[in-house]
């Protein structure tokens, strides 16, 4: 299992934000083959690709991947209530296949009711910030809220 410490250095959760804003200023379309490179190194261009470079996990050369998968972003997170959702938390689906696995990077709560703002990468569209119902549209029981192991806390 990967440790938070052997997969990637301590980040404040402004810096995930920021990080995340440069996908979102580059456009960066969805590809789980092929990969983005800006200030931030070289991701896959996928929904964890995009939250490996948020988190300033390793991207290529070092990973060949180009960041975790789902599964390796939930071995360095923690499982979080939903109350305590901040800035540059997740919320993820790590089973079933590359086609359902599913991650974005929680930005801050809507005025309405059980909604939220996220940073997104998914299929068919590129980079956004996207208003969503919690815990995502219609999947609630398959999406769990997540906070980085290395995430700096005030």
């Given at each position: ?15 995930i934000v920021e990080r995340a804003c440069s996908w979102l200023r580059d456009a960066v379309p969805y590809s789980q083959t092929k990969f ?50 901040r800035a540059g938390d997740v919320i993820i689906r790590t089973d079933g296949t590359s086609q359902t696995r599913h991650v974005v990077i ?49």
């Open positions: 299992m990967t440790t938070a410490r052997a997969a990637g250095r301590q980040i404040s959760r402004s810096e983005h490179q800006n200030e931030h190194g070289i991701y896959r261009a996928d929904c964890s690709g995009f939250v490996s470079m948020a988190w300033g996990l390793p991207g290529k050369p070092e990973d060949r991947h180009g960041g975790l998968d789902t599964e390796g972003l939930a071995d360095v997170s923690s499982l979080i209530v939903a109350d305590d959702l929680f930005a801050a709560w809507a005025e309405e009711d059980g909604r939220y703002w996220a940073y997104e990468q998914a299929g068919g569209q590129r980079t956004r910030l996207r208003h969503i119902a919690y815990p995502y549209d219609s999947a609630a029981e398959l999406y769990l809220p997540r906070r980085y192991l290395s995430v700096l806390e005030p």
